[in-house]
């Protein structure tokens, strides 16, 4: 008995040190993150978007939406039910926290907040309406799961007298109060058409997309086809879903690589998952020959960008999507002017922003931070 | 009504007969799959791979296997002791994110607290696991109920502590546990392969803890009334399960240097397809714990082979439910002819 339990601790620590002693053996330099040397001082070392015309978003006009019949008097205590999607990755943690922090702000009465989280899971999400339908919450903002799953549920809750305001990703239904739009197509369409730009309209490039059926990705998959549609040199030789995760990014991109060693660029929906692209395209000693990047303000890919002076589009796409979508939804239960949908502006232009990405970029906070203006209290990557 | 008197024991003995044959096909591939007979199989997949598509066994694709079959090897080494008990181990996959969230949390930034904070980790892995050896050996809960309890359980309180948010100030040497190489070759990753299967192979073929475990899978009411500590044996099992997945969660964390909650989503079944198809019976008691590592090695080299061709990776979800069901077929189909 003695012996057994010597040699597996024996066998444990051996196992635990030999694993370890790969930190140790000959190896690479170090890679990304928020270490390593600094091309900070000299980013950009050259204008990468001489000549690139950034796209404009389109913001149509917007019908007026009649809020009269969600009015709620002045002096009652709103409550407000935020349906999340999930929680599954940092943006959505931060714009949890940008709506808590809108909650707080809310004038008057004030406002309470009700949350739940889907899990991802559109079953569930149906199931927290109709939880969220018969506590006759005040106001719901829906993060929905899916595109098509959640519409009778949104049906359901305008019938019985409750506004819904659908946030970031688009659903495939018109009956809800209000959309607040981070204009995905448009962010899209900007980071194909610098890619385009950069390869001077022929190369074979790779897109990696979020999570099949989930509007930010439907709508990722649009703006690039709007853009590829009228450039038919580029060749998309793979497309691959890596559902926000860096390291499925990162197994993808390394197999892409082997599979078309020729790739010049990789079109990434999410900044969550570029870094882990540009893991794999290092380890291949191919940085080189990838002549741009796309991203978001991700921190991860901000400094990342910064620190290895990449050619890059990097579109803003703001988790104070939270906050305005709590104004929207206390603006409709005071009676007050609410349109169609509501596009939340960007932090800058996407050109400024890539080209003054030095400024946004954060080595002080973690890869998982998003650029915000929340205050401490609520930035849960804040450490006081 | 005499010749279907005469007939029909006849034909009960046909179909006896033939199950037994039948038993017998899929005992021999057991025993084939069990004693190595995987890499056979492995070796013959590459060949077939590097036929098809010429780049399958470019250094730089071979890489990019070790390093996705790394996790799955891990993860289905420490799954592999709760099989050979005759249990299963549903909650790796959650384990592994509570325990990337350990690492993310405390490591605070420095090289000094690498081996700590691993330290840290295996410990929670190790009481997750008690916690399942616990409901199973001393409680009595059937382990696929008991071990998806923790699932869930695991799965949320780690979601409840981050908040989706685990701090994730990594030592600047981190990637290198599992990066680290000379030049084209993955040191590192090689290293926990190779360290993973001998640690294993020791615990479960040459020590007495792992002959009761083969026992106790093979026959429980058997090894009962020869006095075996079962409960015990069983409960250090789950212990190891655990331990092994807080080993996957440093690897996996290693390679992008971030813990999100759903980084050990969906594991637990590739650990499983992993030992299925290193022949370790999911009914207990048969196997060889290193063909593990060869099944994880395959279906690595699977789900690789599927992107190289530019099939898309949701592929990868069909094989493994193949795997487990063809699996869980054969078996039942091997218990009914004994």
Same mark, same amino acid.
């Not at chain 1, 359901?156 to 007298?161: F, Q």
């Not at chain 1, 946004?360 to 006081?384: H, I, L, Q």
């Given at each position: ?7 597996l601790?024996g ?21 990304s993150?928020?270490?390593g040397?600094?091309g900070?001082?000299?980013y950009?070392?050259?204008d990468?978007w001489a000549g690139?015309k950034e796209?404009p978003?389109?913001n149509p006009p917007?019908? *007026? ?9 002045a002096?009652?205590?709103? *409550?407000?039910?935020y ?5 599954s990755n ?7 926290a940008?709506?808590e922090e809108?909650i707080?702000?809310?004038g008057?009465?004030?406002?309470k907040l009700?949350?739940?989280?889907a899990?991802d899971s559109a079953?569930k999400?149906?199931?927290d309406m ?5 506590q006759?919450v @005040?106001a ?10 959640v519409c009778?549920s949104?049906?359901k ?6 506004p819904?305001?659908v ?8 009956n809800?109060?209000?959309f607040?739009?981070l204009?995905? *197509?448009?962010?899209a369409e ?6 385009v730009?950069r390869?001077?309209?022929k ?6 997309y ?14 690039y086809?709007n853009?590829?549609?009228e450039?038919?040199?580029?060749d998309v030789v793979d497309?691959?879903y890596?559902?926000?995760d860096?390291?499925?990014?990162k197994?993808?991109a ?5 599979a078309h060693?020729n790739?010049?660029?990789f079109?990434?929906?999410?900044g969550l998952?570029t @870094?882990?692209?540009y ?19 991700a ?6 960008a910064?620190?290895h ?5 990097? *579109?803003?796409y703001?988790?104070k999507?939270g906050?305005v ?5 206390v603006a409709?239960l005071?009676?007050?002017k609410?349109?169609k ?9 996407a050109v400024e922003?890539s ?11 973690p890869?998982?931070w998003w650029y ?5 209290e609520?930035?849960?990557f804040?450490k006081s | ?8 024991p006849?034909?009960a003995?046909g ?6 044959i039948e038993?017998n096909r899929?005992?021999a591939?057991m025993?084939?799959?069990g004693?190595g007979?995987?890499?056979?199989v492995l070796?013959?997949?590459c ?5 098809i598509n010429?780049r399958?066994?470019?250094i730089?694709n071979i ?9 799955i090897a ?8 709760v099989l050979?008990a005759g ?6 996959g959650s ?5 990337a969230?350990v690492l993310?949390?405390y490591?605070g930034?420095?090289?000094?607290n ?7 980790a295996v410990?929670?892995g190790?009481?997750v696991g008690?916690l399942n050896?616990g409901?199973?050996a001393?409680l ?5 109920i ?9 799965s949320?309180?780690?979601l409840v502590?981050?908040?989706g948010a685990?701090?994730?100030d990594?030592a600047?040497?981190?990637?290198l546990?599992s ?7 993955p040191?590192?990753t090689?290293a ?9 192979w020791l615990l479960?073929?040459?020590t007495a803890?792992?002959r009761r475990?083969m026992l106790l899978?093979?026959n429980?009411?058997a090894?009962?009334i020869?006095?075996?500590p079962v409960a015990?044996t069983t409960?250090?099992?789950f212990?190891?399960s655990?331990?092994f ?6 690897y ?5 240097g ?8 969906g594991r637990e079944?590739?650990s499983?397809a992993?030992?299925v198809l290193?022949?370790i019976?999911?009914?207990g008691g048969?196997?060889?714990i290193?063909s593990?590592?060869g099944?994880?090695?395959?279906l ?9 061709q ?11 439910g193949?795997?487990?069901i063809v699996a869980v077929?054969?078996?039942s189909?091997l218990?009914r002819t004994?």
């Amino acid at each position: 008995m003695k012996m057994t339990r010597l040699m597996l601790g024996g066998a444990l620590a051996l196992f635990i040190v030999g694993a370890a002693i790969g930190c140790g053996s000959a190896g690479e330099d170090s890679s990304s993150g928020n270490g390593g040397s600094s091309g900070k001082a000299s980013y950009p070392s050259e204008d990468f978007w001489a000549g690139f015309k950034e796209i404009p978003p389109k913001n149509p006009p917007n019908e *007026v939406v009649d809020t009269a019949p969600y009015e709620k008097p002045a002096s009652k205590k709103l *409550v407000i039910a935020y349906a999340d999607s999930s929680l599954s990755n940092s943006w959505r943690v931060m714009t949890k926290a940008d709506t808590e922090e809108g909650i707080a702000g809310v004038g008057g009465a004030g406002a309470k907040l009700v949350y739940t989280n889907a899990n991802d899971s559109a079953p569930k999400q149906i199931s927290d309406m109709e939880d969220l339908i018969a506590q006759h919450v @005040d106001a719901i903002v829906i993060s929905a799961v899916d595109v098509n799953a959640v519409c009778p549920s949104i049906e359901k809750a305008l019938d019985a007298g409750i506004p819904v305001i659908v946030q970031e990703r688009a659903v495939d239904c018109e009956n809800y109060t209000s959309f607040v739009s981070l204009d995905m *197509v448009n962010v899209a369409e900007n980071q194909m058409a610098y890619i385009v730009d950069r390869l001077e309209g022929k190369g074979e490039v790779a897109l990696i997309y979020g999570i099949p059926g989930v509007g930010h990705t439907v709508q990722g998959e649009e703006g690039y086809e709007n853009v590829l549609e009228e450039n038919p040199e580029i060749d998309v030789v793979d497309e691959q879903y890596a559902k926000y995760d860096p390291a499925q990014a990162k197994q993808l991109a390394a197999s892409i690589l082997v599979a078309h060693p020729n790739v010049e660029a990789f079109g990434v929906i999410s900044g969550l998952m570029t @870094d882990g692209v540009y893991e794999a395209v290092e380890a291949a000693g191919k940085v080189d020959q990838i002549k741009a990047w796309d991203g978001d303000d991700a921190n991860g890919w901000m400094t990342l960008a910064v620190e290895h002076d990449l050619p890059n589009m990097t *579109v803003p796409y703001p988790t104070k999507v939270g906050s305005v979508s709590v104004e929207v939804a206390v603006a409709a239960l005071r009676g007050e002017k609410v349109e169609k949908t509501t596009y939340v502006p960007r932090w800058e232009p996407a050109v400024e922003f890539s080209e003054n990405l030095a400024e946004f970029a954060n080595f002080e906070k973690p890869a998982e931070w998003w650029y915000t203006e929340m205050s401490c209290e609520f930035d849960p990557f804040c450490k006081s | 009504m005499a010749d279907t008197q005469i007939a029909e024991p006849v034909l009960a003995q046909g179909e006896a007969l033939e199950r037994r044959i039948e038993g017998n096909r899929v005992r021999a591939l057991m025993r084939f799959a069990g004693n190595g007979g995987i890499f056979i199989v492995l070796a013959l997949f590459c060949l077939v791979a590097v036929v098809i598509n010429g780049r399958f066994l470019q250094i730089e694709n071979i890489r990019t296997i070790l390093q996705l079959s790394a996790p799955i090897a891990i993860l289905a080494l420490g799954q592999a002791f709760v099989l050979f008990a005759g249990e299963i181990d549903l909650s790796v996959g959650s384990t592994v994110s509570l325990c990337a969230a350990v690492l993310a949390t405390y490591m605070g930034g420095s090289d000094a607290n690498i081996v700590p904070t691993i330290l840290l980790a295996v410990a929670v892995g190790g009481l997750v696991g008690a916690l399942n050896g616990g409901f199973v050996a001393y409680l009595g809960i059937p382990s696929f109920i008991a071990t998806l309890g923790t699932l869930l359980a695991v799965s949320g309180g780690t979601l409840v502590w981050t908040q989706g948010a685990p701090s994730s100030d990594f030592a600047p040497s981190w990637h290198l546990i599992s990066s680290a190489g000379s030049g084209e070759i993955p040191t590192a990753t090689i290293a926990w392969l190779l360290g993973g299967a001998f640690v294993a192979w020791l615990l479960a073929h040459k020590t007495a803890w792992g002959r009761r475990l083969m026992l106790l899978g093979s026959n429980r009411r058997a090894s009962q009334i020869a006095g075996l500590p079962v409960a015990r044996t069983t409960f250090w099992a789950f212990v190891l399960s655990g331990m092994f997945a807080a080993c996957a969660a440093v690897y996996l964390t290693s390679t992008v240097g971030s813990a999100q909650d759903e980084i050990g989503a969906g594991r637990e079944l590739e650990s499983i397809a992993a030992c299925v198809l290193g022949g370790i019976s999911l009914f207990g008691g048969r196997g060889r714990i290193v063909s593990a590592l060869g099944g994880a090695l395959l279906l690595g080299g699977l789900f690789n082979f599927l992107i190289l061709q530019g099939e898309p990776f949701q592929l990868q979800e069909i094989i493994k439910g193949v795997v487990v069901i063809v699996a869980v077929l054969g078996y039942s189909r091997l218990t009914r002819t004994t």
